[in-house]
């Protein structure tokens, strides 16, 4: 079996999509796609096509060998992205040409369903009591907000309080069987995230995220230190080496992308090291289908995983296409008691629907995140 094309696909609201074709007629789709900079990794993905065109696509680990070292200068968010999305395509053909899920590649499932979150509340989060009991009668047990919108380079008590209120409206609307994660998205600083996680105890969050942004990693031990909620972090980080300094500061939980973590092979070693840490695997996936499917098959092999983040019905999606669009069976994604179940379909297990992404790729438009300042100018974290 050999490639023959590697194509990409940009759809909306801001995912990009990789088609690898084989001679063989067995065709592998992945998710390879930075945010914001989809053009940018849509060439890298091309640049490496030319590693691949004419090679068996069952050597997977070669392949990854080759895609990340082979160019001399390594990582980074964009070339980790494009072999992540060409890595779930070059998993999905293996599955595919065996007739197996590529949980049973990754050593079999240790577990029937996966338990998922979604997400409540926007950038700048307000009534959010509503929208989290939503989410509890659509099926889920977890769910996941934003601590605060912009957030001062040291917060004033309004501030600190408004956080813990939002909270706490929150846990009041859902009770205590069900799990609040809360978003620090990298807008608070270190001071202002060592003053409040301890605040937020009294309304048990299953984890704090990202309560530093990650190039001062190196300040996440005195967060860990000063609080007891479990600290999570890694959706910007790349590879086991960027994620060991993190588990040695003691965070609880891990969440590498499978889109910008170099895909199925590295997460899956970023989660064994975990292991090692006694650290918790929860994938970041706010995308779409296919970085949800690569996830999910993950998850299913994983002993040391938590719960999987998805982005059905989030807030980011909303006036624009949704992950379900671009599949011909939306059953595998269906909530069971807030869990997706196990599936056995070959590779991924995931069925494109082809043309709905060849008409979405013809008519797309870039997208950014927002840009957003502080009140004398300045540029402020989003």
């Known amino acids: 079996m ?3 094309a590697i194509d990409t696909f940009a759809v909306a609201p801001r995912w990009l999509f990789c088609r690898i074709a084989t001679d063989a007629g067995i065709v592998g789709w992945g998710e390879p796609v930075v945010e914001g900079r989809s053009d940018t990794v849509r060439a890298a993905v091309h640049e490496l096509a030319g590693l691949l065109i004419g090679k068996d696509p069952r050597t997977v680990e070669a392949h990854w060998q080759v895609l990340t070292k082979g160019g001399f200068y390594r990582g980074g968010p964009v070339l980790s992205s494009a072999v992540a999305g060409i890595d779930q395509a070059l998993w999905d053909i293996l599955g595919k040409s065996l007739g197996v899920p590529v949980h049973q590649l990754l050593g079999g499932a240790v577990r029937d369903r996966v338990r998922v979150y979604g997400w409540i509340g926007g950038d700048e989060p307000n009534e959010v009591a509503d929208a989290a009991r939503a989410q509890v009668e659509a099926g889920l047990t977890a769910l996941k907000m934003n601590a605060c919108g912009r957030f001062g ?80 972090t890694g959706e910007r980080l790349y590879s086991r080496s960027e994620f060991l300094p993190v588990l040695e500061s003691g965070v609880a939980i891990v969440q590498p992308d499978l889109s ?16 090692t840490f006694g650290a918790l695997l929860a994938p970041h996936c706010p995308l779409g289908p296919l970085a949800l499917a690569a996830s999910l098959q993950v998850a299913l092999a994983t002993p040391n995983f938590l719960l999987q983040e998805q982005s059905i019905g989030i807030h980011y999606n909303e006036g624009s296409a949704e992950l379900l669009d671009y599949v011909l069976d939306r059953s595998p994604f269906r909530f069971v008691d807030g869990h997706i179940e196990r599936w ?39």
């Open 2 to 4: 050999k490639i023959t």
């Open 153 to 232: 380079r040291l917060a004033t008590p309004a501030e600190l309080d408004g956080v813990v209120a939002r909270v706490g409206k929150v846990r009041d609307a859902i009770g205590d069987r069900n799990d609040i994660a809360v978003d620090f998205h990298g807008r608070v600083g270190v001071a202002d995230a060592r003053r409040l996680v301890p605040m937020l105890e009294p309304m048990r969050p299953l984890f704090v995220e990202e309560p530093v942004l990650p190039e001062l990693s190196h300040r996440l031990r005195d967060v860990v230190e000063s609080t007891t909620v479990p600290i999570a």
């Open 260 to 275: 910008h973590a170099g895909g199925i092979s590295e997460v899956r070693r970023i989660a064994a090291l975990a292991e």
């Open 344 to 382: 056995d379909a070959p590779g991924l297990g995931v069925t494109i629907d082809e043309a709905a992404v060849r008409a979405a790729d013809a008519v797309a438009t870039g997208w950014h995140g927002p840009i957003w300042h502080h009140p004398d100018g300045s540029f402020a974290e989003w």
